[in-house]
């Protein structure tokens, strides 16, 4: 069973950085992984992801603001935030797909306020 894990949300002020981490255990290496945001009454929206080619893929919102990148010796993905706003407040969930189904972590909190 795909387990996936976040870690590094919390409170950061705008401006500021914040780096996001999800371990995955469960399984050989998940290619396509990713990071999705959910803000209260909003859609759930995909932030930046892996495509299985190994190549990565970023929302207009958040590009050249975001970075993911991965340790495939520790099944780790991370997503490096930084120029950060107030309208990336939201819970980071963590996504991977792997044989033919979708797994998502249980997500981490990103609050940007002064």
């Known amino acids: 069973q795909v387990q996936l894990v976040e870690s590094g949300g919390g409170l950061v002020q705008p401006g500021g950085s914040l780096r996001l981490s999800c371990a995955a255990s469960g399984s050989s290496m998940i290619n396509r992984m990713g990071w999705f945001r959910q803000a209260p009454g909003k859609q759930r929206e995909l932030v930046a992801h892996?495509?299985?080619?190994?190549?990565?893929f970023y929302a207009d919102s958040v590009k050249g603001r975001f970075t993911i990148f991965r340790d495939n010796a520790k099944s780790t993905v991370y997503l490096q935030m930084s120029s950060l706003k107030p309208e990336d407040t939201a819970v980071y969930l963590c996504w991977g797909y792997y044989g033919n189904q979708n797994y998502w972590g249980e997500g981490t909190q990103v609050t940007v306020s002064s």
């Open positions: 892996f495509t299985s080619s190994g190549s990565t």
